[in-house]
């Protein structure tokens, strides 16, 4: 089964959001060969959960805090997010990363709140134009999947997804080869298998992101090492993201 996450980002308000749902769901018949997920800005989380209702679709929010209620203001809380209904959250974009300076302690508290409340996650990762053309890569991906894990115990990441978004690559048209996908899944299986077992390695789900739309997709179709893709602008676009996913139905 491929899984196929798409991130809304700060697009579409709820009455948008309502009629891409209504339509999506006349369009869509669910299935065993593709999990969905839509993440969705906040303020259209509860009318995608009462649309969504019993569908297997599952409802994503593309943030949450790093503490728990309190004195946070603008922030929206794990408990929050859980209580509306979502079912996972992402973690770790490089849009947060850079714009609002989300270091990896930032992250790895994000996580361990998320785990908390019974959320599963999508975990970012990836490397800049100047880390890649430079052959860090390997150094990058070690290092925010260490800082992300820390404390965490094996089972936890049962519920964790990591996303490999090479930052060069979102929003630009640009994305890797197959081949680099693949080089880039083996470093953060190794990595879980370094500070894991080899069982949690082997298990871990992996997506690939960036630049992913409905004229590529087919070159990406027999990743070995990765399990679906988070698919950003193309989303937006109903009937293009119907073409995503039924490549895989």
């Known amino acids: 089964m491929k899984k196929i996450i798409a991130n809304f980002k700060m697009n579409k308000t709820p009455s948008q959001i309502k009629q891409y749902l209504i339509d999506l769901m006349a369009r869509y018949k669910d299935g065993d060969k593709v999990e969905l997920g839509l993440s969705i800005p906040y303020p259209s989380l ?89 052959l860090k890569t390997k150094d990058v991906l070690t290092e925010q999947l260490e800082s992300a894990f820390k404390g965490l115990y094996e089972n936890e990441l049962e519920n964790i997804t990591v996303a490999y978004e090479p930052i060069w690559a979102i929003g630009t048209g640009k994305t890797p080869s197959a081949r680099e996908i693949e080089k880039a899944s083996k470093v953060i299986r190794s990595v879980i298998k370094e500070d894991f077992s080899a069982k949690a390695s082997e298990n871990l789900q992996i997506l690939y992101g960036g630049s992913i739309n409905a004229k590529n997709i087919s070159q990406f179709k027999n ?22 996913i039924n490549v895989f139905i």
């Open 46 to 134: 509860p009318i995608a959960k009462f649309l969504i209702g019993e569908r297997k679709i599952k409802l994503g929010a593309q943030n949450l805090s790093d503490e728990e209620v309190g004195k946070n203001t603008g922030e929206v809380s794990g408990e929050m997010l859980k209580d509306v209904g979502v079912n996972y959250v992402i973690i770790g974009h490089s849009e947060r990363r850079k714009k609002f300076k989300e270091d990896n302690k930032t992250i790895n508290n994000k996580i361990k709140m998320a785990l908390k409340n019974g959320l599963e996650i999508i975990l970012c990762v990836g490397e800049s134009l100047s880390e890649y053309n430079t």
């Open 223 to 244: 990743l070995k090492y990765s399990n679906g893709f988070l698919v950003g602008g193309a989303c937006l676009d109903l009937a293009e993201f119907l073409q995503i």
